[in-house]
Nanobody, 124 residues
Framework: QVVLQESGPGLVKPSQTVSLTCTVTGDSITTRSRYWTWIRQPPGKGLEWLGAISYDGDRKYSPSLKSRTAISRDTSKNQFTLQLSSAAPDDTAVYFC????????????????WGQGTLVTVSS
């Protein structure tokens, strides 16, 4: 059983950084041809692809958020992280970490495993 669990502060002040960690159990983030992805869903809106890191550490980001986004990993902890800097109220969303046979950039159907999601509110 593969389980992904998001964690991190649920309340972020404007201009600060959304910082989230995805802890993976039941699989290794270095498993060949597996990709590890961040998705978010603002209230009342659809799912938005943020970026991904591959099994070998390659990274790809949404062009609209690239300047503010950093995805990293810690293979010793089997975790990967999201940092979204200069947060604003429009960044309020449920954030999901996901895994799949692709990054999901061409379609979220490539993502076969999802975390439960965690709500991050950006507000003063």
């Amino acid at each position: 059983q593969v389980v992904l669990q998001e964690s991190g502060p649920g309340l972020v002040k404007p201009s600060q950084t959304v910082s989230l960690t995805c802890t993976v159990t039941g699989d290794s983030i270095t498993t060949r041809s597996r990709y590890w992805t961040w998705i978010r869903q603002p209230p009342g809106k659809g799912l938005e692809w943020l970026g991904a890191i591959s099994y070998d550490g390659d990274r790809k980001y949404s062009p609209s958020l690239k300047s503010r986004t950093a995805i990293s990993r810690d293979t010793s902890k089997n975790q990967f992280t999201l940092q979204l800097s200069s947060a604003a109220p429009d960044d309020t969303a449920v954030y999901f970490c996901c895994a799949g046979a692709g990054t999901g950039v061409l379609g979220l159907s490539a993502l076969d495993t999802w975390g439960q999601g965690t709500l991050v509110t950006v507000s003063s």
